[in-house]
């Protein structure tokens, strides 16, 4: 019953009963309105998607210097920090900031590090239970080490990241269900990918690989990534005897990868795809850099992101080089990756035409 027209009906009537002394109301009768707007769907690119990120989680624990330490050399600092890092929490964050609903698996430890990450998510939208407590584990840890230019080193404690096993993954499966998107690192066990990998691969998810202290990767993983995205340093790292980075990107491609995405720091990012079949070098932004630390994973969500809201690959990896521009202006991943209203308020003023999609 549409109250507010029945009762506007029946104070009318009254009011014309009154004015003419006497007389008849004529008899209500209720328009169909659509009251449920629940079956109506917004266009399917622009609602959130889901993205499964596989990887490791870990507290960043952050020390400033003028100068980065080296051999033989102690330096002095008064300056500390510590956040919730790891490149799978980073890229589950950067997701969801971005719009869509991640769903983090990864291990951590049954210890106070852990309390806070669980706490630090609480806001964010994400499916929270493939993140494992494992006991008799410690949290894992990143010691970063920047410098005042923003460049860092990185070292890091795998504590309770080497316990996500294949086995987890295996009983985790169904959080793959309608999943658009698989993001992986190889901070976790090459096993445990493999097992992602075949998973997506049966569920027709898109893979794409951020590889992280690495050495040469099996060929069977490999074949089973659609898009992998490495700096210069772990290119080099993956095809070690490579004379070039053009030798390296096309033998990463003859393996199987539909798409490199080689990321060059100040020099922006270099894009070789044979399944879009596009090849450029795109320029990073100039920007002041606090800390660099996370511009990959600011990168990897924000190109993932937009390529699901229907932008082509390279349109997205230049929305992607602007999130990673916004993120080293601060220190701290989580806490500096932006989310999609700074991100598209800032490209409005750089390069507003990067948001104009093609109509299809």
Request: glycine content about 6%; aromatic content about 6%; some cysteine.
């Amino acid at each position: 019953m549409p109250h507010t027209e029945c009762g506007r009906h029946a104070l009318t009537s009254l009011v014309k009963i009154i004015e003419a002394k006497g007389g008849k109301s004529e008899p209500f009768t209720a328009l169909p309105v659509l009251t449920d707007l629940s079956s109506v769907g917004a266009p399917y690119l622009s609602v959130s998607q889901k993205v499964i990120v596989v990887g490791s989680t870990n507290m960043d624990r952050y020390l400033n210097f003028d100068q980065l330490p080296h051999t033989g050399k102690a330096v002095r600092t008064a300056s500390s920090a510590t956040y919730p890092g790891g490149k799978c929490l980073n890229q589950s964050v950067g997701l969801s900031r971005l719009g869509h609903f991640a769903v983090p698996i990864s291990c951590m430890g049954d210890d106070v590090d852990a309390d806070t990450i669980f706490d630090y998510l609480h806001g964010y939208t994400m499916d929270k239970t493939g993140l494992k407590r494992c006991r008799n584990e410690q949290t894992g840890q990143a010691y970063i080490f920047v410098q005042q230019d923003g460049n860092s080193m990185i070292s890091i404690m795998s504590g309770a990241n080497n316990a996500l096993t294949p086995q987890i993954i295996a009983l985790n499966e169904e959080l793959f269900a309608n999943a658009r998107c698989c993001l992986m690192q190889t901070e976790v066990p090459t096993e445990t990918l493999l097992t992602a990998c075949e998973i997506c691969k049966d569920k027709h998810i898109r893979t794409v690989l951020k590889p992280s202290a690495c050495s040469v990767l099996p060929d069977k993983l490999l074949s089973m990534i659609d898009m992998i995205i490495p700096n210069h340093s772990e290119l080099f790292e993956i095809v070690p005897d490579a004379a070039d980075i053009n030798e390296a990107v096309d033998r990463l491609l003859d393996s199987g990868i539909g798409t490199v995405i080689v990321t060059l720091g100040a020099d922006g990012s270099y894009i070789k795809s044979r399944e879009f079949g596009c090849e450029c070098r795109i320029p990073a932004r100039d920007i002041i850099s606090i800390d660099s630390s996370g511009a990959c994973d600011a990168f990897i969500s924000a190109l993932v992101s937009y390529m699901m809201y229907g932008y082509d690959l390279v349109t997205s990896a230049k929305i992607a080089t602007c999130s990673a521009a916004l993120e080293v202006t601060r220190q701290g991943t989580t806490s500096s990756l932006p989310d999609r209203h700074t991100l598209e308020a800032y490209i409005h003023q750089v390069e507003p035409e990067l948001l104009n999609k093609p109509i299809s």
